[in-house]
């Protein structure tokens, strides 16, 4: 920890900057960041040994030998972390694989405090997910947007253009809104034909699994209702799906839940 930042607390048991809880251990028993200081200082300027660098730890004293060897591990795996960071920070190649998001992620595990039991599961929580960001990052920084869209779609089970692109799905509900409230839609296929005769007729091939993809969906969750008009009838939105805010959250929220299910 800074001083600034112990100075900032005074009796507060959360760190300002993240919210951090040290639960019932006093400041002055936590352990020296190390692995924070190595961002800073050369390594030659920092004590290797545990020993040296906690022996006026009380929090660190206490612990036994099974719990001590645990703090060590996890204080190299942080050290380790630092060292990544400080790649990233003076390699441009690096920060250019690497999203900020991910740096953020890394960097914010230096700030953590691994003394007790919660700060072990949370590191080792961390850890976790750092590994499944810095893979994605990986993926979609070696892959170009096509191939990272079929190997989705492959690994999804979908067809060939089924896995619709942001604003393909803002054009496709957009185009069921603007037809349900101004043509005579019967069924849910007329609906998929007239989105189809909005699209640029060199176009029509490629957007016709998302137009059926999105269409499908929203009929499986129950977006529309049938209003009878005369001898015929007409699919109407539901009053709580006639605008694109509401209609593009449900689409997301069900979108989300069937690639759940694929996988």
């Known amino acids: 920890m800074c001083k600034q930042c112990i100075n900032i607390m ?4 959360a760190c300002p900057q993240d919210q951090v809880s040290f639960g019932n251990t006093p400041i002055d028993q936590l352990p020296t960041n190390y692995p924070l200081l190595m961002m800073i200082y050369r390594p030659s300027e920092l004590p290797k040994d545990h020993k040296q660098r906690h022996y006026q730890c009380r929090s660190y ?17 942080f050290g380790d972390i630092s ?51 810095i ?14 869209k079929n190997n989705l779609e492959s690994a999804l089970g979908l067809q060939q253009g089924q896995f619709p692109e942001p604003a393909i799905q803002e054009k496709i509900l957009k185009f069921i809104i603007l037809l349900i409230r101004c043509s005579g839609i019967s069924s849910e296929q007329h609906l998929m034909y007239s989105i189809l005769q909005l699209v640029e007729r060199k176009d029509q091939i490629t957007i016709q ?3 059926e993809y999105i269409v499908r969906l929203l009929f499986g969750v129950h977006c ?16 709580t799906f006639r605008n694109y805010e ?18």
């Open 61 to 77: 004293i206490e612990l036994d030998d099974e719990k001590k060897s645990y703090f060590n591990d996890l204080e190299k795996g």
């Open 246 to 263: 509401s209609l593009r959250l449900v689409y997301g929220t069900v979108d989300v839940r069937h690639m759940t299910h694929l996988t």
């Open 209 to 211: 699994p998302s137009v």
């Open 10 to 13: 005074g009796g507060q048991k």
């Open 83 to 133: 060292v990544i960071i400080m790649q990233m920070i003076n390699n441009k190649n690096y920060q250019s694989i690497f999203s900020r998001s991910t740096i953020r992620k890394l960097f914010s595990v230096l700030h953590s405090q691994y003394i007790t039991n919660e700060g072990c599961i949370k590191f080792l929580q961390v850890a976790s997910n750092l590994g499944e960001y």
């Open 224 to 239: 529309f209702e049938i209003e009878p008009i005369g001898e015929f009838s007409s699919i109407q939105l539901k009053p």
């Open 135 to 148: 893979s994605i990052d990986f993926i979609l920084h070696y892959q170009n947007h096509q191939e990272l």
